[in-house]
């Protein structure tokens, strides 16, 4: 009833608005589109983070709360999806050996114990770009979802960050298509729709269609493996299958029944192997 409610509130609120200060409407539902909702850390979650030595980064006048665990020789950064922590990573950090692996995750802006309450792609991006000027080359990249699109642009954007081998798990193929579904969940006008478009161009540069995986992955020249559920209910495979005819230098590994997590201790060793050769 309350989630009805305030979607209520919000379509009536935003498309009135659009008649009145339609680049008000747009940047109201642009940040609005931009602003996950903060997944609890219980004290499970804690516990693992405990695990780790944790330390924070300035990025974007906040603070990103992050954790490295081990001490091997290749360096290993992790990048979660949206609406999740850096918990998500504890059967991969739990596998992969210490004395072999050194691990450093994050907390997305506005996810987990980071500050802010704002994320997307580019923004994203630069602290993916941060993390790896400030810590040093990382022998391989790990995204799940929102980490793994990021990831993509990030090295489409920046062929200078080296060349680490890129593990991309349940990336979504499209923003178009999340904006589509934007729309229709909140029953937003037209001229509303059209005017998120329109601060969407003056905040990032580009409209919504310029953000394509599959368009990404035909510049980027790094070691892929790409990691997919047939039956991803969040990201659709055939997204996956374009990514991987589009990048040469990539393997892919097609599940089935593992959906958008795609927990598996298998998984885990397949990353492990391909990051050990």
């Given at each position: ?9 919000l379509r009536n609120y935003l498309n009135t608005l659009a008649f009145v200060n339609p680049g ?231 599940t089935t029944g593992l959906g958008h997590n795609l927990k598996s201790t298998e998984l885990i ?9």
């Open positions: 009833m309350k989630r009805n409610l305030l979607i209520f509130f008000k409407a747009g940047k109201e539902g642009f940040m609005l589109f931009c602003r996950p909702q903060r997944r609890a850390v219980k004290p499970h979650h804690l516990e693992f983070f405990n695990t780790a030595e944790k330390f924070t980064v300035e990025y974007d006048q906040k603070k990103v709360q992050a954790y490295r665990w081990g001490s091997g020789p290749k360096k290993l950064l992790l990048l979660h999806g949206w609406e999740s922590h850096s918990y998500w990573w504890k059967s991969i950090v739990t596998h992969l050996p210490g004395e072999e692996f050194s691990v450093l995750s994050v907390d997305a802006p506005g996810h987990g114990l980071s500050e802010g309450n704002y994320i997307n792609i580019p923004h994203y991006s630069g602290l993916i770009e941060k993390l790896i000027i400030t810590h040093g080359a990382f022998d391989g990249i790990l995204g799940h979802s929102l980490g793994a699109f990021s990831t993509l642009y990030t090295f489409h954007r920046a062929p200078q960050l080296g060349n680490p081998k890129l593990i991309i798990m349940a990336a979504p193929g499209e923003v178009s298509e999340f904006v589509s579904y934007y729309k229709n969940v909140l029953g937003l006008s037209d001229r509303t729709l059209n005017a998120t478009r329109d601060y969407f161009i003056t905040k990032l540069g580009h409209d919504v269609n310029y953000f394509s995986s599959k368009a990404f992955a035909k510049t980027i020249s790094n070691p892929g493996l790409i990691i997919h559920d047939q039956q991803d209910p969040d990201a659709p495979y055939a997204h996956a299958l374009e990514v991987h005819r589009n990048w040469p230098n990539s393997r892919m590994i097609s060793k397949e990353v492990a192997r391909f990051l050990n050769t």
